[in-house]
């Protein structure tokens, strides 16, 4: 009961302390559109990023996500959440050893040849511990932070309020279907039972590929907010940013086919291609491969949604709009007519533009990382503002924010490949059938059924 009631004063403590900055941001923004203030929206993005600021938890991702997501918050929105960081220190090893005796038992240590007690990384919902097998195996232990459920529910409510703030400033995209987009995976990711089954997965699809590593887990010392996994030894992907453009293109290339093989071969993404979930690996300073380093944001998509993926590509390669209109109803778009398909294919042509070219050529001249998708995305804004409002299908959420963090990384890295090429090849010979038949016998294979 004891510790019913801290999780509980845990959650209502949560709620005042991230309501009361987000409530007295809205009541700003509230009085701006009563009184006819006429005061930079920048100033209410700013205010917005200080009531979030030094938050460690979900609703930091949740902001971090809704960042990369075009125009599903304005564009100074966007911005300035684009640019938070987690500033909370990760857990002391007091609080360490507490949550590991939880998951394994008093005798945890003994588990483990040696384990750090200092954690190697910190993120938004658990830190990383280095740590040694008994047969001598360097391991990876990610382990939750405290209470992570209640926060999660806590974060989820609040949400809605940042959704609030955008439809007060004239949004004209209907927010429903993010938020429950980003609800169901964030909710995913607190289960590392689950994110073990993805590592499965991956492990399973790329075991033939020496370019691509993904780590063994350890059963055994997993739980559902533990998860114990191979150590991939490798450098930071954006250490090669001054590398030559012979390793930066190869590495590119080999994060392309990382993010577009699993979706047009099994029907899933990486949702959040962060250059911090890689790691590259070769010897002498040479690129011979990327490691593969988090699972928590896996989406598993249906079959037709993937093939229409694909037949928007086509659509938009020959010009057959009946393809295009196709694709779009497949996606989930509703009411589609001649000003909604310009509309979109703004931001389609975007997507998919350095892949309609039979050139080498770079990802977009002159942009930088954090600027990627923004413009495009204004004029989507602009345009729909004018005709009215549209209800982004879920499906779409993390499939284009995941083109998006991918395309940054491919401007951090300044790379130029022939994306036309390298697309064609992950297309070639598409099949619903195939995809489906391989897609089943995966996920089955991997236990996500």
Not at 80 to 87: D, I, K, R, T
Not at 436 to 442: A, D, F, K
């Amino acid at each position: 009961m004891g510790n019913e009631n801290n999780r509980l004063a845990g959650r209502v403590k949560r709620y005042a302390r991230v309501g009361a900055g987000l409530s007295g941001v809205a009541v700003k923004l509230a009085g701006t559109r009563i009184f006819g203030d006429s005061r930079d929206p920048d100033r209410f993005a700013t205010d917005l990023a200080k009531a979030l600021g030094g938050l460690r938890g979900p609703l930091m991702k949740i902001a971090q996500l809704l960042s990369a997501i075009p125009d599903a918050l304005p564009p100074a929105y966007a911005e300035a959440l684009g640019e938070l960081q987690s500033n909370a220190p990760p857990m002391g090893w007091s609080f360490v050893k507490r949550r590991m005796r939880a998951e394994l038992g008093v005798d945890w240590q003994t588990a483990f040849e040696n384990f750090d007690k200092n954690s190697s990384a910190a993120a938004s919902l658990g830190q990383v511990h280095r740590a040694a097998h008994k047969n001598g195996q360097h391991l990876a232990c990610k382990l939750q932070y405290p209470d992570m459920a209640s926060t999660v529910e806590a974060d989820l409510n609040q949400l809605e309020v940042i959704f609030a703030l955008h439809r007060r400033m004239q949004g004209v995209i209907d927010t429903s279907q993010i938020a429950l987009e980003l609800s169901d995976r964030i909710r995913e990711e607190l289960d590392y039972i689950r994110e073990a089954k993805h590592i499965s997965l991956y492990r399973s699809i790329f075991q033939s590929d020496e370019r691509i590593q993904v780590p063994e887990t350890f059963p055994e010392l997993s739980t559902g907010r533990l998860l114990t996994m191979e150590w991939l030894e490798g450098r930071p992907l954006l250490s090669f940013r001054e590398h030559s453009a012979d390793q930066r293109n190869r590495l590119a290339e080999i994060m392309f086919r990382a993010w577009w093989m699993p979706l047009t071969s099994v029907g899933i993404i990486h949702g959040d291609p962060h250059p911090g979930n890689y790691s590259v690996f070769g010897e002498d300073n040479q690129v011979a491969g990327i490691n593969l380093l988090d699972y928590g944001c896996i989406r598993i998509f249906p079959p037709r949604f993937v093939e229409s993926v694909v037949a928007l590509y086509r659509g938009l390669e020959a010009g057959d709009e009946e393809l295009i209109v196709s694709a779009y109803e497949a996606w989930g778009f509703k009411g589609i007519d001649r000003e909604l398909i310009d509309i979109l294919n703004i931001w389609a042509r975007f997507i998919y533009g350095p892949m309609l070219e039979d050139r080498k050529r770079s990802l977009a001249d002159g942009i930088k990382p954090g600027q990627y998708g923004r413009k495009e995305a204004f004029r989507v804004h602009t345009a729909l503002k004018a005709r009215g409002p549209l209800t982004i299908p879920r499906e779409f959420v993390f499939m284009d924010r995941a083109a998006i963090g991918l395309g940054s990384a491919f401007l951090h890295l300044d790379a130029e490949l022939n994306f036309y090429q390298l697309f064609q090849e992950q297309i070639d010979g598409f099949d619903l059938d195939s995809l489906t038949v391989r897609q089943q016998s995966e996920i089955e294979l991997a236990g996500l059924l």
